[in-house]
């Protein structure tokens, strides 16, 4: 079956620190990857995408590659903000799979002044 | 552009009675998805609807159904709860004319309570 495994959390960090979440996946066939978050007491919104191999999705400072080789969309950010604090999800779709995704278990980032 | 409204926000139920969640996309979207979020599960895809059809569906009990009216509006209903339904209920959308998946829209989910 299709899975995403991602880093447990909490992840707690420094303003202006280096940022990486770590997301491996299982898929039959060629998924197009996501990467959601969720700030406290929303509903997830969409950061950033990639639909194939080596793509890169990027939004707000945020980066992740689509590495097919290694199955993996890690997530990084240069430096980040205490305004990142949130619950962050990789996630997966898989074309024909009408709109059902197959989240991870999200990883929570804690960024301190 | 409205959002996608859930309702209710909040709501608490006891073991055994049945709860209706209600969601309307972003005008314009056909395709509403129900996921169900816990801190131990993570987000777990309960059903998506598609112009009044159900075109997939998760592994969930009997005990949830869902349904989508002609304006694109849709329920979820959970019968016999149980405490383990308590969840954070969210709705996605999509214009979702398509197979492929692409971006859903989040609600701010229902979260349900059960006692």
């Known amino acids: 079956g299709n899975s995403v495994t991602q880093m447990e959390g909490p992840v707690t960090l420094s303003e202006e620190a280096f940022l990486t979440i770590n997301c491996t996946y299982t898929?039959?066939?060629?998924?197009?990857l996501f990467w959601y978050v969720q700030y406290p007491g929303e509903g997830l919104q969409l950061l950033l995408k990639?639909?194939?191999?080596?793509d890169k999705g990027s939004n707000k400072g945020f980066e992740a590659t689509y590495r097919k080789e290694t199955t993996s969309f890690h997530l990084e950010k240069g430096s980040v903000q205490v305004s990142d604090s949130a619950v962050y999800f990789c996630?997966?779709?898989?074309?024909?799979?009408?709109?059902?995704?197959?989240f991870g278990t999200g990883t929570k980032l804690q960024v301190i002044p | 552009k409205a959002g996608v409204t859930q309702t209710p926000r909040y709501l608490i139920k006891t073991r055994g009675q049945q709860v209706t969640l209600s969601c309307s996309p972003i005008?314009?979207?056909?395709?509403v998805s129900w996921y169900q979020q816990t801190p131990g599960q993570g987000l777990q895809f309960l059903f998506e609807?598609?112009?009044?059809?159900?075109?997939n569906k998760g592994n969930f009990p009997g005990r949830f159904s869902g349904r989508q009216f002609s304006n694109s509006r849709s329920e979820m209903n959970v019968s016999t709860l149980e405490l383990g339904d308590s969840a954070l209920y969210l709705c996605?959308?999509?214009?979702?004319?398509?197979?492929?998946?692409?971006?859903?829209?989040f609600g701010e989910g229902s979260r349900l309570t059960v006692l």
């Open positions: 996605a959308t999509t214009q979702g004319g398509g197979d492929h998946t692409g971006e859903l829209f």
């Open positions: 990639a639909t194939k191999a080596d």
């Open positions: 005008s314009g979207h056909r395709s």
């Open positions: 609807y598609f112009s009044e059809t159900q075109r």
């Open positions: 996630a997966l779709g898989l074309q024909g799979g009408y709109q059902k995704v197959t």
């Open positions: 898929a039959t066939g060629y998924p197009s």
